[in-house]
Nanobody, 119 residues
């Protein structure tokens, strides 16, 4: 079972930027899909962005053009570069990883990192 540890969250003003990182506890070469979800207070957890081993990416419509997901397999790490942040981006952001090209209910989660965007 892979373990995931996120970092990089914090407080930022609207229009600012943050970069989240997530390190997997074992070689990411055995992992295919990696991604970021978020959960705002009172809302369901939602997919923000995902990336496969082959580099295929997918983004939630609300973050397209502002967020960029990338990965470094030699460092077992996935990143989320977030630009032009809005107050509605405020949430706990969770990393996730799995062995397929899509997520399943069996795939593990990180502990989450808080992102707060002030207006």
């Amino acid at each position: 079972q892979v373990q995931l540890v996120e970092s990089g969250g914090g407080l930022v003003q609207a229009g600012g930027s943050l970069t989240l990182s997530c390190v997997a506890s074992r070689s990411s070469f055995s992992i295919n899909i990696m991604g970021w979800y978020r959960q705002a207070p009172g809302k369901q957890r939602e997919l923000v962005a995902q990336i496969t081993n082959g580099g295929n990416t997918n983004y939630q419509d609300s973050v397209k053009g502002r967020f960029t997901i990338s990965r470094n397999n030699t460092k077992n790490t996935v990143y989320l570069q977030m630009n032009s942040l809005k107050p509605e981006d405020t949430a706990v952001y969770y990393c996730r990883a799995g062995p397929r090209v899509y997520f399943t209910s069996l795939d593990p989660w990180g502990q989450g990192t808080q992102v707060t965007v002030s207006s």
